[in-house]
């Protein structure tokens, strides 16, 4: 079984620029989470879906970040405009649906803003 | 919000040592899971345990729900256990989202 795929893998991008990360969950996997991960700090959700509709996303910064599960599969996740504080590893993981159980995460992509 | 709270933040041990992280989490939840996270950044999933005792080699861990409490036991550690621990917690049944928690960071000596 593939696991959930992400990419890029590093990016760096000068503040004020935009970004934008992508993820593929395991097959058939209809729960996507996104994840922020600050060095030295847990992951914080950000944004989670249910097959293409948004679950939750009280913790993502709407002035600023973005995120889009087009046909309830792929999903992106976008920063625009970029700030410092936003240099962190975007974590994807996926679920089956309506169980907490298979939880899977990505290798992550390691974002520096400069 | 819930808090997820971890001890001890850091922890260095000599090869073959036995260690104990403790998880406390300040409301009920409907389930914990125990992650190890890589020197390279991956995540991988050790142990549901929401209550009871489970082993899995090496691993054992036990959660006791009515005292908001999960340790993660590692006997005769390997270099390779070196990482993060996180413990995540689901605070509401049905939501299928985890809070993680502050981690413990544990570097094992050869």
């Known amino acids: 079984e593939a696991g959930v795929a992400q990419s890029p893998r590093y990016k760096i991008i000068e503040k004020r620029q935009s970004v934008a990360f992508w993820c593929n969950p395991i097959s058939g996997h209809a729960t996507l989470y996104w994840y922020q991960q600050i060095l030295g700090q847990g992951p914080k959700l950000l944004i989670q879906?249910?097959?293409?509709?948004?679950?939750?996303d009280s913790q993502l910064p709407k002035d600023r970040f973005s995120a889009e599960r087009l046909k309830g599969v792929d999903s992106t996740l976008k920063i625009q405009p970029a700030k410092l504080e936003d240099s962190a590893v975007y974590l994807c993981?996926?679920?089956?649906?309506?169980?907490?159980?298979?939880?899977?995460f990505g290798s992550g992509t390691r974002l520096t803003v400069v | 919000g819930i808090q997820v709270e971890q001890s001890p933040p850091d922890l260095i041990l000599q090869e073959g040592a036995n260690s104990t992280l403790r998880c406390n989490f300040s409301?009920?939840?409907?389930?914990l899971q125990w992650f190890h996270q890589n020197p390279w950044g991956q995540l991988i999933n050790l142990f549901y345990?929401?209550?009871g005792t489970k082993q899995n080699g090496r691993l054992s861990a036990t959660t006791v729900a009515t005292e908001r409490y999960s340790l993660l036991y590692i006997s005769s550690s390997q270099t390779t256990d070196s990482g993060v621990y996180f413990c995540a917690v689901e605070p509401d049944s049905g939501t299928y989202k985890y809070i993680f928690g502050t981690g413990t960071r544990l570097k094992v000596l050869a």
């Open positions: 879906f249910q097959n293409n509709g948004v679950v939750d």
């Open positions: 993981a996926s679920s089956p649906r309506d169980t907490a159980y298979g939880y899977t």
């Open positions: 345990i929401p209550s």
């Open positions: 409301d009920s939840v409907n389930n």
